[in-house]
């Protein structure tokens, strides 16, 4: 029976993600990494790493997953987008995803690190040809996989909720630092966010028009990456702008919740862009227009 290490706990969320998903396709598709190779041109060591979080794999590679997977390709090529800015931001300066050439030709190299290859997939039952069991899964197998799979995406869902309570707090310090610094005769106009002893913590919305873009007075950005769980002023941003585009996000507290992301997948439908509930560089275009 094969078994899944534990990805590195230093990976991105956003990495993590698109890893995870990879795992659950080519465990459905019952293909061992021999056979994963010889339909996507990639070596099986490439795969390991690929699988295991030590190397972002290319895009070609994770169309052809989701090709044999029988998933949505336009959705994991999504989540790939996001994974690759977050792997750019977390390891500027590190080589590009390899080509299928280049895979193969460093194959016999990755073998002899596997021991050391977080994330790689090991396989029971290996005859001596080689480490990969090339036969389909047993429902045993299918049944062990799939409660691995469940772990993982608790471990994630916890690690995402750690970071975003990290986050708002944060947002929350840098805010009340802005907000002690205004003037009290413009409280009224303040773009910084406002508290009540019995409420929640809400911004205000200033929107305005400026070189040809909407600004809403929380943030500037036109790049940052917010997901469903994260919190602070780009998300209070995105709220006041979806408002103003006509969809409706809910309170503008600076939390990317449910209303939010239902706001943002209805802008997307219009757009004509990847309906996600993810905010990237193409979502926040759409809404600075």
């Keep these: 029976m094969s078994r899944w290490k534990a990805l590195p706990g230093e990976l991105d969320p956003r990495v993590r993600q698109l890893v995870v998903r990879l795992r659950r396709l080519k465990d459905h598709s019952g293909l061992s990494l021999r056979q994963l190779a010889a339909k996507t041109g990639y070596s099986p060591s490439s795969w390991e790493r690929y699988l295991g979080g030590r190397s972002l794999p290319p895009r070609e590679a994770v169309e052809a997953m989701a090709r044999i997977g029988g998933d949505d390709p336009t959705r994991l090529l999504a989540l790939h987008e996001v994974a690759a800015e977050a792997w750019g931001e977390g390891r500027a300066g590190t080589s590009a995803p390899e080509s299928p050439e280049a895979s193969a030709a460093t194959g016999s190299t990755a073998a002899a690190h596997t021991v050391e290859a977080v994330g790689a997939l ?62 009290l005769g413009s409280a009224a106009s303040s773009v910084s966010p406002s508290a009540s002893p019995s409420g929640p913590r809400t911004y205000a919305c200033e929107v305005e028009r400026i070189d040809g873009r909407w600004y809403a007075g929380n943030s500037r950005t036109r790049d940052a990456v917010l997901a469903e769980g994260l919190a602070g002023p780009e998300v209070a941003e995105a709220q006041c702008l979806l408002r103003r585009a006509g969809f409706a996000p809910g309170v503008v507290d600076g939390i990317f919740g449910p209303h939010t992301k239902s706001a943002v997948e209805q802008l997307q439908k219009r757009a004509g862009l990847v309906v996600d509930g993810i905010i990237g560089r193409h979502t926040w275009g759409a809404l600075r227009r």
Excluded: F, I
């Design 122 to 183: 090991q396989a029971a039952g290996a005859d001596d040809t080689g480490p990969y069991n090339l036969s389909a899964p047993n429902e045993e197998t299918r049944h062990g996989r799939s409660l691995r799979v469940a772990l993982v995406a608790g471990s994630v869902a916890l690690v995402l909720a750690v970071s975003s309570a990290v986050l708002l707090a944060v947002r929350l310090t840098d805010g009340d630092s802005r907000a002690s610094a205004t003037p």
